[in-house]
């Protein structure tokens, strides 16, 4: 191709230059030796081709003006603030929960003393799954995967001493959502602090828990209306307040692709978005106050472009869904180092692995960041090994240069092409999930979960094959012996709660809790009528109240979270996941 004037135009020198390089100095080098693999990909098994240049953009359809825009504006590809880190650091959160609420709370004030700028709670499997600690299930479990929550009580505790005003707290949990932020809501009122001036995050994402993390307790239809009171009761009562973190943490975490993360968190986030649209909220009121969640993993490249793929994709529906808000454009997202990826072989690797994955997230826009302990895949982390994980944060900040200009990738062949091939994959996701009848029914027919599973199957295949290295697992190995300096939790700490929790409800006004439990079944027993009487997702319904009222006056009498628990289940029941195959 040539100008009118007969000059060959920039795209066939380049062209010409470029096979000449193929047919000299690159044949040379491969006649000297082979690559090192076959076929390179990504992590996803994205392929990889050898060089990238201004072909590939073209041949992914790439539009400068259209596809990376400028940082804060549509369609934020660059970042969501016209500053990002120049004007202000992601804030930097750690992780953390152990046994009761008075020694999580000694570990906040340690964090909040070493730089942590938010808190982000962990609380063990019987809080999760919304058991007392004195429940026969929870019995050997009570604080030992995070902190053990069965009261208002013990989130007065869990925070005493910190200003619930000044700090931003991120919890999370799912299944008993609400119920938590119910605590921490009465928690923030016993100190005085009204609840439009507390922020943070509650995760509350229960389609994923379907998908990927298992954590669930009442069946998807009740769920996600529980989910949405939070929207309607938040965004009046709780603006500062995040009240879902929709969540691809976890979907990555049980073994799915980079890939599978940004679809499918994207498509469940659409969901709620809907969902709240048919309820009769304005998207403009609830969605400026949605956030995500995802993984940083050790593909460096592949991460990053799906930070930017999914700042892109979501711009584009929320637009096309009439949000007129700016705020209600922008994905801004929280972001965690893979917890899967560390392992116990050699665990000081960790350290190179989970500041790999920061400096990803970082580049990638996020607006919080985790940062895993060295030492996670062997117990809940010790003091040394979470001021390491902080630290690295901090070093990223102040010393590695990243966070001095914006979107520093911007404009490379590679990012650009890997960024919008990953929006035109998960596209491809959306049309299959809209073809199979939505998310719901994607659930109940296992679509999500055979995904998952494929992909982790083939991941492990790959580890055990020795086609993927694993550092100090399946390569470069060496013997030692066992790292011991772990964190051990006190296992009279499961007894201490249990003493306190029967002590409450001695102590706390009966008569009281009894009511606003029977006001909590009543209720609930309202909202299912009033559905099996409406239309399901067609708009607000006459009669349907909203939980979180309820669930504050349960709160306030000190009802726990088994007890609130069990009073919606003789209601809603028990989901029970089909078997998949």
């Known amino acids: 191709m040539t100008h009118p004037a007969g000059k060959p135009t920039v795209a066939a020198t380049h062209a010409s230059a470029r096979a000449k390089w193929e047919e000299t100095t690159l044949k040379k080098a491969l006649e000297k030796g082979p690559e090192r693999k076959a076929e390179f990909t990504t992590q996803s098994l994205v392929p990889i081709r050898r060089l990238y240049d201004r072909h590939d953009l073209e041949r ?86 995070g902190v053990a929550i069965d009261t208002q009580k013990d989130m007065e505790t869990l925070f005493s001493g910190i200003p619930l005003q000044d700090v931003s707290v991120s919890m999370t949990i799912n299944g008993p959502a609400p119920i938590i932020w119910a605590f921490y809501l009465g928690a923030a009122e016993k100190q005085g602090v009204p609840f439009n001036q507390v922020s943070g995050t509650i995760q509350n994402d229960i389609l994923k828990e379907y998908q990927a993390q298992k954590m669930f307790i009442f069946p998807p239809e009740p769920s996600i209306e529980l989910v949405l009171d939070t929207f309607e009761w938040g965004s009046k009562n709780a603006p500062r307040f995040n009240t879902v973190s929709i969540s691809g ?73 009439g949000a007129k808000d700016p705020r209600s454009h922008l994905l801004r997202f929280h972001t965690q180092t893979a917890g899967v990826s560390c392992t116990r072989e050699q665990p000081e690797n960790n350290i190179v692995r989970t500041a790999l994955q920061a400096l990803a997230a970082v580049i990638g826009g996020t607006q919080s960041l985790h940062t895993n302990s060295f030492d996670e895949a062997l117990a809940l982390p010790t003091e040394k090994a979470v001021r390491i994980a902080l630290r690295t944060q901090q070093i990223i900040a102040h010393e590695s240069g990243v ?73 470069y190995r060496i013997e030692e012996p066992p790292y011991t300096d772990i964190l051990r939790i006190d296992e009279a700490g499961e007894r201490r709660q249990i003493a306190e929790l029967k002590a409450l409800r001695k102590s706390r006004d009966n008569k009281k809790a009894d009511g606003a439990l029977r006001a909590l079944t009543k209720a609930c027993e309202l909202e299912r009528d009033a559905l099996k009487g409406g239309r399901k997702g067609t708009g607000p319904i006459a009669g349907r109240p909203n939980m979180m009222p309820f669930l504050l006056d349960a709160s306030r009498a000190y009802c726990t979270l088994g007890e609130i628990r069990q009073a919606m289940v003789q209601v809603h029941g028990e989901y029970r996941e089909p078997a998949v195959f």
């Open 60 to 145: 992914a359809g790439f539009n400068e003006e259209r596809d990376l825009g400028f940082p804060g504006e549509f369609p934020y590809t660059r970042g969501v603030q016209p500053t990002m880190y120049r004007g202000r650091l992601w804030t930097m959160r750690q992780f953390a929960g152990f046994g009761t609420a008075h020694e999580t709370n000694a570990r906040f004030k340690y964090l909040l003393a070493h730089g942590t700028t938010g808190l982000s709670t962990a609380f063990d499997f019987p809080t999760l799954q919304g058991y007392d600690s004195d429940h026969e299930y929870a019995e050997g479990e009570v604080g030992k995967v």
């Open 249 to 321: 943490y976890h979907i990555r975490e049980a073994g799915s692709t980079a890939v599978q993360e940004l679809a499918f968190t994207l498509a469940n986030g659409m969901e709620y978005v809907r969902r709240g649209k048919a309820r009769g909220l304005s998207v403009d009121d609830f969605a400026p106050r949605l956030s995500f969640f995802f993984n940083a993993h050790n593909d460096f490249f592949e991460e990053i472009a799906k930070y930017r793929a999914a700042r892109r994709v979501w711009a584009k529906f929320m637009v096309a869904e």
């Open 403 to 475: 966070a001095n200009t914006i979107d520093p990738l911007g404009g490379s062949y590679f990012l650009e092409t890997l960024t919008t091939e990953m929006e035109e994959k998960a596209n491809d996701y959306f049309r299959r999930i809209d073809n199979m009848g939505g998310i719901v029914r994607g659930i109940e027919n296992g679509f999500f979960q055979r995904e998952i599973a494929d992909a982790a199957f083939k991941q492990q295949r790959a580890a055990e094959t020795g086609e993927k290295t694993i550092v100090g697992v399946n390569d």
